[in-house]
C-alpha cells in the first residue's frame, strides 16, 4: 500500500475512487430510500431518482469543468464569484423573486426547479477567502490582518443565511471560515476565539425559534418527546437498531413507508443503517475518512499557498458536513437539516458538491511530481477529458 501511495497520481485516483464510490452509493441509496414517497406522490416509484440521476448529469458537467480549469482563472474569477453570489443571497430574501417554502425563503424557483444560491455562496467564500489569506499568509500573525476582510464578508453571508432562516446552511458557512482560518496558519488564540464564539452564536440562534430550541429540547431530553420535536430522531434510532449488524436488505427497510419523514436526504443514514446494516454505515463513515485522508494530503503536497488553504478547507466543509449528519441521525447532536454530500438527495447541494470535487482532482493534477508526470505523459482519461497538461492557463 505505501508503495502504490508514492506513485505521483495516487492522491487524483484515490480521490476519484472515492468520488465514484460515494455517486454510486448516493444515487443507489436514493432510489430505495424515496421509491415510496415517489409512489404515492406521482404514481412512480422512480421519480426522486430521476430528478436526482438528473442532477447527477448536470454535476458531472461542472466536476469537469472544475477539475479542467487551471487553478489560476479560477482564483482570478473568485471575487466575482463571490460578488454574483451575495447578490443571489439579497435577491432571494426579496418576495417576488424568492420562494418561501416550509417557511424558509432560501430558493429561487424557475420552471419548476429549485436553485438554492447559499451551496454556491460557501465555495464562492471559500475561493475568494483562500485567495485573501495567501496573499497575507506573512502577516496573520497580526489578527485584525487575520480577519479582515474575510470575516466581515462571512458575517454579511452568515447574516444573509440566517435570515431566510437556514441555520444548517449556517454551520456550514462558519465551518468554511474556521477551515480558511485554520489551513491559513492563523493564530491559535484567534481560532480558539472565533470557534468560541461560533459555537455560542449557534446556540444563541437555536434558541431564538421555537421549533429550533425544541429540537435542543428533544436532545438533551431524549424520549421527552417522540411524537413531536424528536419523533425523527427517535425513529432514525428505531431504524438503526433495525438493521442490526448486516442490516434488512437493500430496499427492505420499513422506515421509508411514512414513519421516517425526509427518508431520502437528511435522515438517509438511517435507511442505510437499516438497510445494510452496522457494515453499511462504516463503508460510507470509510469513504468520507478517505476522502479527509487525500484531501488532506493533497493540501500537504501541493506549493501553491492558495491551492493547499483552498484544498484543506473544502475537505473540512465536506468531512465536517458528513460528521455533522450522521452525528445528528445516531443522536449525538441535534437535528440541524444538513445533507449528507453526495448520498442525499437534492439538486443544488449535489450539483455543487461535485463541482468542488473536480476542484480536489484539478488540485491533485497540481501536486509537483504529478504534474511533471502528467506533462511527460499524459494519463489515457486525461486525454479522454480533454484536460490540458497541469500549469497550461485554460
Known amino acids: 500500500m505505501s508503495t502504490w501511495l508514492s506513485r505521483p497520481l495516487a492522491s487524483l485516483h484515490l480521490l476519484l475512487a472515492v468520488f465514484a464510490l460515494l455517486i454510486l452509493f448516493g444515487l443507489v441509496m436514493v432510489l430505495s430510500a424515496s421509491s415510496v414517497e415517489s409512489l404515492t406522490q406521482g404514481g412512480s416509484p422512480y421519480a426522486v431518482f430521476a430528478r436526482q440521476a438528473g442532477f447527477c448529469l448536470a454535476g458531472l458537467a461542472l466536476f469537469w469543468l472544475g477539475l479542467r480549469i487551471s487553478p489560476q482563472r479560477l482564483r482570478t474569477a473568485a471575487p466575482a464569484l463571490l460578488l454574483i453570489t451575495l447578490a443571489l443571497l439579497v435577491g432571494v430574501l426579496i418576495p417576488g423573486l424568492g420562494t418561501s417554502i416550509a417557511g424558509a425563503r432560501k430558493w429561487y424557483v424557475i420552471s ?92 444563541v440562534l437555536g434558541l431564538s425559534a421555537s421549533y429550533r430550541s425544541s429540537r435542543i429540547t428533544s436532545f438533551l431530553s431524549p424520549g421527552g418527546d417522540t411524537l413531536g420535536a424528536g419523533y425523527q430522531s427517535t425513529q432514525a434510532l428505531y431504524s438503526l437498531a433495525d438493521g442490526g449488524l448486516f442490516g434488512v436488505g437493500l430496499g427492505q427497510g420499513r422506515a421509508k413507508w411514512s414513519y421516517l419523514p425526509n427518508a431520502s436526504n437528511d435522515f438517509i443514514f438511517a435507511i442505510i443503517g ?121
Open 112 to 203: 419548476g426547479l429549485s436553485f438554492q444560491p447559499a451551496e454556491p455562496a460557501k465555495v464562492a467564500l471559500a475561493l475568494w477567502g483562500a485567495h485573501v489569506l495567501a496573499m497575507r499568509r506573512r502577516v496573520l500573525h497580526f489578527w485584525r490582518i487575520a480577519i479582515s476582510p474575510v470575516l466581515p464578508v462571512a458575517v454579511v453571508m452568515l447574516t444573509l443565511v440566517v435570515l431566510q432562516p437556514d441555520l444548517g446552511t449556517a454551520v456550514s458557512i462558519a465551518i468554511v471560515v474556521v477551515g480558511l482560518l485554520f489551513f491559513s496558519g492563523a493564530p491559535g488564540r484567534l481560532m480558539a476565539t472565533l470557534v468560541g464564539g461560533g459555537l455560542l452564536g449557534i446556540v
Open 274 to 394: 437499516e438497510e445494510l446494516g452496522l457494515v453499511g454505515g462504516f463503508v460510507v463513515i470509510g469513504l468520507f475518512a478517505t476522502l479527509a485522508y487525500v484531501g488532506l494530503r493533497i493540501a500537504a503536497r501541493n506549493t501553491d499557498p492558495w491551492i493547499k488553504i483552498l484544498t484543506g478547507t473544502l475537505t473540512a466543509w465536506l468531512v465536517g458536513q458528513a460528521a455533522i449528519n450522521i452525528s445528528y441521525v445516531v443522536g449525538l447532536l441535534p437535528v440541524t437539516g444538513i445533507p449528507l454530500p453526495l448520498i442525499s438527495s437534492g439538486g443544488t447541494s449535489l450539483v455543487v458538491t461535485m463541482f468542488v470535487f473536480g476542484v480536489l482532482a484539478n488540485a491533485a493534477r497540481h501536486e509537483p511530481e504529478a504534474a511533471a508526470a502528467l506533462q511527460r505523459n499524459p494519463a489515457r482519461f486525461t486525454r479522454l477529458l480533454r484536460l490540458a497538461p497541469p500549469g497550461t492557463r485554460i
